[in-house]
């Protein structure tokens, strides 16, 4: 069975730093680009942001340009999503995505999820 799980994230105060990873399982995403994506509640699921699966190719919403850095380590079978300078807007549940070898920001694209992790910017 193919799955991705993600964790890392926690309760962290504004300006404040975290790292999110997502490990596949049942399959190696080295032929995946990998994406995240976060939910808050009352609002449509966004992309935040993507890398192919090569990791040659990066793309990032605006809100999150210069405070986020996707990067893949694919000998651990695994993609990180690091997050500085956290603001309140931030807070959301974030879920990795895979799909074929190029990015994508749009979530019906991607057709393999995890299950999410809860990323709470607050004072």
């Known amino acids: 069975q193919l799955s991705l799980v993600e964790s890392g994230g926690g309760l962290v105060q504004p300006g404040g730093s975290l790292r999110l990873s997502c490990a596949a399982s049942?399959?190696?995403?080295?032929?995946?680009?990998i994406g995240w994506f976060r939910q808050a509640p009352g609002k449509e699921r966004e992309g935040v942001s993507c890398?192919?699966?090569?990791?040659?190719?990066?793309n990032y919403a605006e809100s999150v340009k210069g405070r986020f850095t996707i990067s893949r380590n694919n000998a651990k079978n695994t993609v990180y999503l690091q997050m500085n300078s956290l603001k309140p807007e931030d807070t959301a549940v974030y879920y990795c995505a895979a799909r074929g070898y190029y990015c994508s920001g749009v979530a019906t694209d991607f057709a393999s999820w995890g299950q999410g992790t809860q990323v709470t910017v607050s004072s």
């Open positions: 890398i192919s699966s090569s990791g040659g190719s990066t």
């Open positions: 049942g399959f190696t995403l080295n032929y995946n680009a």
